[in-house]
Every structure is written in structure tokens, then in C-alpha cells.
């Protein structure tokens, strides 16, 4: 394919992943042998918080009395929404029976986890949407048991408006820990809580590699990255917003990637004239993460036709993709690799990120190309059962004892051998293996 990159980015994703799992393993270790005070001292260390970690009734209506209305209301608007969807989202799960053969049924049942552990980052940001994206889609779920882990304020505690989604969206315990101790609390029950079944919600590289370190011992979301997006225009785009677009996904983080993917290069020019003096408007700490972001990880290219634009963008498999082009459904039966798309200008990734309904929670670093977001589904066991007549387990029997024997496994053979002994006693069977 002719790429032609206008800005090439000087690092990836990955550039900068330091070696961050000896201390991660270390820190997980120490608190598993000795529980809540370990979890305290590195929360008192690198939370700077000694206040009470589990958030009391009387600590959570004191908190969401500090919001205002307006921010309630807003965050209930969202919350209805994610809640709406999930709700669409786990109807498309059914348990499921079938008669294979006669007499032998098989069948499907989703069953929700018991305990779901969700992570809210509050650190460079307070990420409020992340606590309504992650205990909505575990309530819609099921799950029994939600808690909920935030870094707190140094001295202070935890954001009022953090606390009031977490409520407000259903979680049964709220508490103000960050970080890998965060995690581990979850992982292994303290504070008075089950132990997690799954941990969900994204993080700061520490947070992912405890998800990543865990895994096994409990079930995750996925390893999250740095965010990325791109944005695929062609000529109809308009370059204000779409340059508005990439700086707003730059704001993430210094090494979080944008990438412009386009047919046309004038537009292409236009949206590089731009984007200098749209990320110089930012605020400060915005404006820092967004120089670095763009300076160093993103990419313009020019493509021939939206062809080789739609085959390029499944190749990096965005986290988010936005489409701004004609033919928005040719674009959508077209793409095959991202996390969650945007079609059209009037959508963008910041309302998927707040408050448009569909989760946030996506996967980075390339992971769309084989899996999906944070839904319902991520919380919910698709487990499968069986029964049978004895007339139904016949053939299941003969086929059963001849593969096992085959494959060598003599004692798998002989529980089909005893079943079909006693239920047809009358009978030979050749249950040699052939082959």
C-alpha cells in the first residue's frame, strides 16, 4: 500500500514500559501476607491518605452533598444511558437448550460473577465516567457484590462527585485506596468485602500490571495501554474538528497516540496547520500531556483511497475510531478492528467517553483486533450443561470409548464402557479403537 506519512511518530505505545512488575509482584506480595496493614501503609506512602478507607453512609451522603445539582444531574443523564444500553446489551445473552440428537440435550446459561471489583483512576484527571461505565454494567449484570476503589486526595479523600456516581450507580461498597494496593484490596478481600471475582476499569501503568499480574487468580477486563484514537476523514471533513477532535484525545496523556488517516491531502495540511495552536489553548496540565502526545506518537497519513484508509486503520485497530466521511455505512460494514466507532461528525469520542451510553473501558495497543470493550457480557459466565436418556447417551457412549481409547486415555473410555454395560446389558459394542 502507498502510505504517505506527513508526521511519523518518534515512539509507540510501548516506548516508555518501563519495568514496572518486579515492584508491582513485590507490593502484591507483601499485601497478601499481611492484609490491611500492609494496604494501609502503602496507601499512607504513595496515597498520602490515612483517613478511613472503607467510606461509611454518613462519609457517602456527606460527599454527595458536596455536588452540585446540575453535575448530579448530568451524571445521572449518563448513568441512564450506559444503564439503557447494558440493559439492551445482556438481552442479546439468552440461556440456550438444544436436542443434539434424540435424547441427548445441551444447553447454555450465562451466569453473572458474584463479586465485581471496579477501579476509578483520580489521579491526573478524575475520571467520574469511568465510575459510571464500570458498577452500571456490573449492576445490569447481576453481580451481587460491587466494590469500588478510588485514590484519594492527599489529606482529603475522595472526590465528592466519584462517590456520588459510585452510589448513584449501585456500588455496595465505596473505598478510598488507589493504586496496586487498590487493586489488591480487591483481589483479596479486605476491608471487609468478597474477594473479587473480576477486576475491571482502567488505570496508570502499576494499575495494569496488578491486573496483569492477578490474572488467573481473578478474571480482568482487559491490560490496558495508553488511550489512542483515529480518525479517518476525507474531503467532506471539517479540518477545525477534526484537528479539535485529535487534541482532544491528546489531552490523555504524553504517550497517548492520535493518528489521522484521510484521502485527502489538503485536508490533511489544514488539520496539521491547526493543531499547534489548539493544543497552546489548553490549559496547563492538558496542554503538557497534549505537546508530548502529539510531538511524539502522532501520526498523519495520506492514503489513495478510502480502501487502503479503512485497511490501515484495521491494522492499528484503534482503541476509538471516528469516521468522518461520506458513506458512513459503507464504513461500518467495512471496518472490522476497534474498540468503539464513531460515525459522522456529530458524535465524537468524548461523548462515548461521558455519557452517550456505550462504555468507555476499550481496549489499547492494538487489542481491538481481537477483542472488545467493557459490556455486560465481561461479567457474565456463558457455562454450558447436558443430559441425556439412556437411550439418548448410546451413541455418545460408543464414540466417547473409541476416541478415548484412541487418543489413549483407557480411563475415559471405561466411564462410557460402564454406562453402556448397564444400560444395555443385551448388547456387544465394538469400543475398539480403529485407526
Known sequence: MARTYLKKAMLTSRSDAGDTAATVTEILADIEERGEVAALEYAAKFDQYEGNVHLTQDEIDAACALVPQRLKDDILFAHDNVRRFAEVQKATVQDVQYEINPGLIAGQKAIPVAAAGCYVPAGRYRHIASAIMTVTTAKVA????????????????????????????GADKIMAIGGVQGIAAMAFGLFGQPKANIIVGPGNQFVAEAKRTLYGRVGIDMIAGPTDSLILADKTADPHIVATDLVSQAEHGYNSPVWLVTDHRPLAEDVLSRVPDLIADLPDLNRENAEAAWRDYAEVIVCEDREEMAATSDAYAPEHLTVQAEDLDWWLDRLLCYGSLFLGEETTVSYGDKAAGTNHVLPTSGAASYTGGLSVHKYMKMVTWQRATREGSRKVAEATARISRLEGMEGHARAADVRLAKYFPDETFDLTAHG
Do not use: K
Open 142 to 169: 447481576g453481580c451481587n457484590h460491587i466494590a469500588v476503589c478510588s485514590a484519594p486526595q492527599p489529606g482529603v479523600g475522595l472526590y465528592p462527585a466519584i462517590v456520588f456516581a459510585a452510589h448513584a450507580c
